[in-house]
């Protein structure tokens, strides 16, 4: 079993910035394939960014140049760094968790949504 736990979230202007962080508990940490997914109400959920074993990062294009994703192997934690955020970036935005030791397979589950464990999200609220 894998907890998930996420924080970080708030309410920020126009072109502000947020640090959400998630922190992944349980065996094989070094396995994991870790991402951001975000969802507003009535929609369905889109991923952000998505990052594995090796700790290269991917994002989507929305997040492209303004969000950063890294890993801390030692914490267990990945922290995403959100920039320039604009109102549509307003969302809940939830950490998930998948084992996998590929990095492709790792985007590929990313692409699909198919992650096993799933934080309970954390709100961002971006004002125009």
């Known amino acids: 079993q894998v907890h998930v736990v996420e924080s970080g979230g708030g309410s920020v202007e126009s072109g502000g910035s947020l640090r959400l962080s998630c922190e992944a508990s349980?065996?094989?940490?070094?396995?994991?394939?870790l991402g951001w997914f975000r969802q507003d109400p009535d929609q369905e959920r889109v991923g952000a960014a998505v990052i594995g074993r090796q700790g290269t990062p991917i994002y989507a294009d929305s997040a492209k140049g303004r969000f950063t994703l890294s890993r801390d192997y030692v914490k267990n934690t990945i922290i995403l760094e959100m920039t320039g955020l604009k109102p549509e970036d307003t969302a809940k935005y939830y950490c998930?968790?998948?084992?996998?030791?590929?990095?492709?397979?790792?985007?590929?589950?990313?692409?699909?949504?198919?992650?096993?464990?799933w934080g309970q999200g954390t709100q961002v609220t971006v004002s125009s």
């Open positions: 998930a968790v998948t084992r996998t030791s590929a990095h492709d397979v790792c985007y590929n589950y990313f692409l699909k949504k198919d992650f096993d464990y």
């Open positions: 349980g065996p094989g940490y070094l396995t994991y394939c």
